[in-house]
């Protein structure tokens, strides 16, 4: 037997370190070939590390949200062969004392929040599923002393998270104390009985609970670039109305016309057209602004994010030349690069390169937003939501459908004039579609 030491390997663009986000194994876990066995977070997206030997986990170099430099030592494992570790190093600990000393089973738990994980579908369909056979022996409830964290896989902690289960209170069945599925299912039945003997007494109880969520991964990458362009972006936003009556009008007969041959259209792919043509009359807001550098790049193409929301958070995958495909081609690539996003399939430059971003919260999208640029860009465009509504059209009153285009600029690049003549555009194509195929 030996000791194979994995480091952190190059996964290239010039990086130097990552956030170590998830841990896929445990110490003793036996892993195999090709196996997961970490998720890291570079600052365009999440990979995962497989493993190039088989053999058993003897340490686990580092904790969820540390940043680990290429090259570092990132798992050790105990392997058939001579390994890649002398032995006489392994046997007097030369590994980094400080991660290789922390992995004992008690203390490294994968601490895995929804925020930082993406989620399978299988396992949204896990966390629903009927309460399986509880272990005869687990208790209602158990109270860990301060500061020990519970040992459960990311599937577990993910389904608590959904169910609303503080790990704290679960016991364990498993190795080391290890909280699995049917641990979840022993305690949601225990609470759920007592719900029902206690609901008039607990109706109005104060609730004195309350849980640290870490900041990591994903949702840490989010944060920083949402402050990012806060400070260092002075927004301003301007807001218009648009009367979508026609646009709807046209949408629902090419949907009746099409939609089995080329697929359903949203409302999406023609602001998009909207956005392609009025764009050329207004080069320097399709543009990233370098204020390191003090120069503004405008670009011919436009390559448009489309802020996407998943189970991990808020991620903008791109939509490259936009204007060289027809509306069911926009409608087409928003869908894949959606579905791939959502997945956690999107790769890094499917999630990076935009020069304009457009955010849509499509129903729940209120009537006024003030949406945040995507830092380097100079302008993000945000759709409200479509609501009808009276108003007094040729002296008469009459209901039409309206939609408020929401927009933020950069304002030291985007005069306001500019900004609101570029939405006054949009709004003359959107409330005339015929005009949206003429060039």
């Not at 290789?100 to 966390?127: D, K, Y």
């Not at 400070?231 to 009746?256: G, S």
């Not at 869908?335 to 890094?348: H, I, P, Q």
């Not at 408020?404 to 004039?417: A, E, K, Q, T, Y």
Request: with cysteine; aromatic share 4%.
């Amino acid at each position: 037997m030996g000791i194979h030491s994995i480091k952190m390997p190059d996964i290239g663009e010039g990086i130097a370190e990552v956030e170590l986000v998830a841990w896929h194994v445990q110490v003793g876990d036996v892993v195999q070939e090709d196996q997961n066995l970490a998720e890291v977070m570079t600052d365009k997206a999440a990979v995962e590390i497989p493993s190039p030997v088989a053999g058993r986990v003897l340490a686990l170099g580092g904790q969820l949200g540390e940043m680990i430099a290429v090259g570092a030592e990132l798992i050790r494992l105990e392997v058939d062969g001579p390994g890649n570790v002398d032995a006489n190093t392994a046997a007097t600990g030369d590994a980094p004392p400080e991660k290789a000393g922390a992995q004992e089973p008690r203390s490294t738990p994968a601490v895995v929040t929804p925020a930082a994980t993406p989620v399978p579908a299988a396992s949204a369909a896990t966390a629903v599923s009927p309460p399986r056979a509880a272990p005869a022996a687990a208790p209602s409830t158990t109270q860990r002393t301060p500061g020990e964290t519970p040992l459960a896989s990311p599937a577990v902690r993910r389904r608590a998270w959904d169910l609303g289960i503080a790990l704290q209170f679960v016991p364990g069945s498993g190795p080391h104390g290890r909280i699995l599925h049917e641990d979840l299912d022993a305690y949601l039945q225990a609470q759920q009985q007592g719900s029902a003997l206690n609901a008039c007494l607990t109706q109005y109880a104060p609730r004195m609970g309350q849980t640290e969520v870490p900041v990591i991964g994903l949702r840490r990458k989010i944060a920083e670039k949402m402050q990012q362009a806060k400070r260092r972006i002075p927004h301003f936003t301007y807001v218009e109305e648009v009367d979508v009556t026609e646009l709807e009008a046209t949408r629902h007969t090419l949907n009746v016309r099409h939609a089995a041959t080329r697929g359903k259209l949203t409302m999406l792919p023609f602001i998009i057209r909207a956005m392609v043509m009025a764009l050329r009359e207004f080069p320097q807001i399709n543009a990233r602004f370098d204020d390191d550098a003090g120069v503004v790049t405008r670009y011919e193409g436009v390559h448009l994010g489309v802020a996407t929301q998943t189970d991990s958070g808020l991620v903008v995958p791109v939509l490259r030349h936009a204007e060289s495909r027809d509306l069911w081609g926009n409608a087409a690539e928003i869908l894949r690069l959606a579905e791939a996003a959502r997945a956690g399939k999107a790769r890094r430059e499917e999630l990076s390169g935009s020069t304009i971003t457009l955010t849509s919260l499509g129903a729940l999208g209120g009537i006024v937003s003030t949406p945040v640029i995507n830092h380097p860009e100079v302008a993000i465009v945000g759709v409200n939501r479509v609501v009808e509504k009276p108003v007094v059209l040729g002296g008469q009153i009459v209901v039409r459908k309206t939609m408020n285009l929401s927009s933020s600029f950069d304002h030291r690049v985007v005069d306001g004039m500019d900004a609101a003549r570029f939405i006054q555009a949009m709004r003359t194509l959107l409330e005339t579609p015929a005009t949206l195929w003429i060039d």
